[in-house]
């Protein structure tokens, strides 16, 4: 049977409730983004008290629970979710607070690095396609090929021409993704750079933390600038009907894993989501 089309699910949450105020924080098509224009303190999703925010998100981890299971036994669509951020914005953390609940068994996480030689051998999206998931199963990207249309295009090792063959390229591979039963969710975990220097000490300041500190993270912070634009472009380029972003403001970290799990189960509730029809002949079947 050929898996159903990824839309019912995006079109599912724009039927939702929840639509007007998830469509504020995602680009408008067709018009020129600006991720600066966005505040990353903003709390759209916030009860406006700390504590019941994380009692929220606490409540929506145990449905999560819930919807995945059932999402994984139904077996007719695969969940791709992109974290892309800068340094610190806090894609580890979200994979702790939102998806922590859910069973190692349909759940996986998969954080990108620099490509390796065998990698670079292949083209860009090689190493992605191996990773996507299958049929019931949730993946969650940290880091994703976008870096693919950040990195190279900030430090030059890449033509102009060449970046906007890979936003076509990347548009059309999430397009078959879909088209093949994957959702594609993309979340761009927004924070301010005054925040993201706050974080990096903090790294510095705890000696439990000092792993996760690299200079590579300063010298890419002297790249703020370019950073940000380079996002602006890819967010306006690749928001499209099947793989769309949505920005998240994530300097308060208990309001990211907030916003991102409601999304999420809007997302899982869209679905029609089945438990298979079991053998008639166990109907009446009575273990001994």
Same mark, same amino acid.
């Given at each position: ?6 839309? @019912? ?7 939702? #409730? ?14 020129? /983004? ?12 916030? &009860? ?22 059932? /999402? ?13 951020? &800068? @340094? &610190?914005? !806090? ?9 922590? +609940?859910? #069973? ?22 090689? +190493? ?44 059309? /591979? ?17 924070? !301010? ?17 000092? =792993? ?32 769309? =972003? ?5 300097? #308060?970290? &208990? ?9 999420? +189960? ?18 009446? /079947?009575?273990?001994?």
């Amino acid at each position: 049977m050929p898996s159903p089309h990824a839309h @019912d699910a995006l079109w599912g949450v724009a039927r939702h #409730s929840l639509a007007p105020r998830w469509a504020p924080w995602q680009p408008e098509p067709g018009k020129p /983004f600006a991720l600066d224009a966005i505040d990353p303190g903003a709390k759209p999703f916030s &009860t406006g008290s700390k504590a019941e925010d994380k009692a929220a998100v606490e409540a929506l981890a145990v449905e999560l629970d819930a919807l995945q299971n059932l /999402f994984y036994a139904d077996k007719r669509y695969k969940l791709l979710v992109v974290l892309q951020g &800068t @340094d &610190t914005s !806090g894609k580890d953390g979200t994979i702790r607070g939102v998806f922590g +609940r859910m #069973s190692a068994l349909g759940v996986h996480a998969v954080g990108w690095k620099a490509p390796t030689e065998p990698e670079l051998a292949h083209d860009y999206l090689w +190493r992605i396609h191996q990773q996507v998931p299958q049929a019931g199963d949730i993946t969650v990207f940290n880091r994703s090929h976008y870096e693919d249309v950040l990195v190279p295009v900030v430090n030059g090792w890449i033509t102009p021409e060449q970046h906007q063959q890979r936003l076509a390229h990347i548009n059309d /591979f999430e397009r078959m993704l879909s088209e093949t039963g994957t959702i594609v969710l993309k979340f761009l975990l927004h924070i !301010g750079k005054d925040e993201q220097r706050e974080r990096l000490q903090e790294r510095l300041d705890d000696p439990a933390k000092h =792993w996760k500190f690299s200079m590579g993270d300063i010298a890419v912070r002297k790249q703020w600038g370019d950073y940000r634009r380079a996002y602006d472009t890819l967010l306006g380029a690749t928001h499209t009907p099947w793989a769309p =972003w949505t920005i998240v403001p994530a300097n #308060s970290k &208990t309001h990211r894993n907030l916003m991102i799990a409601t999304v999420l +189960r809007a997302v899982l509730q869209g679905l029609p989501l089945r438990y298979p029809t079991g053998d008639a002949a166990l109907e009446h /079947f009575t273990v001994e």
